[in-house]
């Protein structure tokens, strides 16, 4: 089974993360913003990833560093669950609408870590979400798990809606990418290693 479990503690905050890419989208989340629970919830549902989240964080100073040091540990959980990523589809890509908001998320587990994001996150909340950590949350994934990651808002106006967007579409994507290749066993790419 491809999964994972990685802790990181600092001063700022503490995290534990579990992950199972062989699930059926079951996740346990506790990161004291009730939010970004929820969008995790959500992207391993469209995902059909198993996974933990325990953070605790120093949410008196602001949700940055919990939201950031998530997505570092599930980039480290994603990167040791592929392994050599032999085996995989390896590149995905879907559009997911809700309600009036419409994203593209495409990624590539290509262990060249990339961000190109085209989505409004401009200040403001969403619960005790700040709007502009999703950036921050998923280019912090990019980087640990050595993905190219483009997510991009085609319309919306709810920020709810969009950021649920990004998520669900982020899980969909990377489900797809991390399934298995029923025709080609090594790694998918002309140099014969990622």
Known sequence: MREALIERNTKETNIRIKLKLEGGGEARINTGIGFFDHMLEAMARFGYLDLEVEAQGDLLVDAHHTIE?????????????????????????????????????????????????????SEGMVGGFPVEMAEEFFRAVAVQAGLTLHMRQISGKNRHHILEALFKGFGRALGLAVRENQRFQGVLSTKGVL
Request: hydrophobic fraction near 45%; charge should be negative; include cysteine.
């Open 69 to 121: 040091d998530c997505g570092i540990v599930l980039g480290q959980a994603l990167r040791e669950a592929l392994g050599d990523r032999r085996g995989i589809e390896r590149v995905a890509d879907t559009l997911l609408p809700m309600d009036e908001a419409l994203v593209q998320v495409a990624l590539d587990l290509s262990n060249r870590p990339y961000l190109v994001w085209e989505a409004d996150s």
